[in-house]
Nanobody
Framework: QVQLVESGGGLVQAGDSLRLSCAAS????????MGWFRQAPGKEREFVAAISRSGVNTYYADSVKGRFTISRDNAESTVNLHMNSLKPEDTALYHC?????????????????WGQGTQVTVSS
């Protein structure tokens, strides 16, 4: 079991930057590949970014590639999502998730544990 708590969301203007954090507690953090997903009102939850256990491998949705950066600090048991050049379409509830099997994934059902989410709202 691992508990995940996101933070860092807020209301920003288009073009601004925002950094989300996800703090993990419970089992050893480095044993989990991590991902970020987001869900806007009336829409399905979609993949944003993922990072391997070591942090060496990362993967991004096309919609955020080049703008968002996922990182992790295993010593601090945190995973971060640095979002640059934010657009109104980035507005969503952002969830971090943990995957207790080897390898990164963009598939929602590959993840075992989920945080409650932090809201990001980007105004135009």
């Amino acid at each position: 079991q691992v508990q995940l708590v996101e933070s860092g969301g807020g209301l920003v203007q288009a073009g601004d930057s925002l950094r989300l954090s996800c703090a993990a507690s419970g089992r050893t953090f480095s044993r989990y590949a991590m991902g970020w997903f987001r869900q806007a009102p009336g829409k399905e939850r979609e993949f944003v970014a993922a990072i391997s256990r070591s942090g060496v491998n990362t993967y991004y949705a096309d919609s955020v590639k080049g703008r968002f950066t996922i990182s992790r600090d295993n010593a601090e048991s945190t995973v971060n999502l640095h979002m640059n050049s934010l657009k109104p379409e980035d507005t969503a509830l952002y969830h971090c998730a943990a995957k207790n099997t080897l390898g990164i994934s963009a598939l929602e059902n590959a993840y075992d544990y989920w945080g409650q989410g932090t809201q990001v709202t980007v105004s135009s």
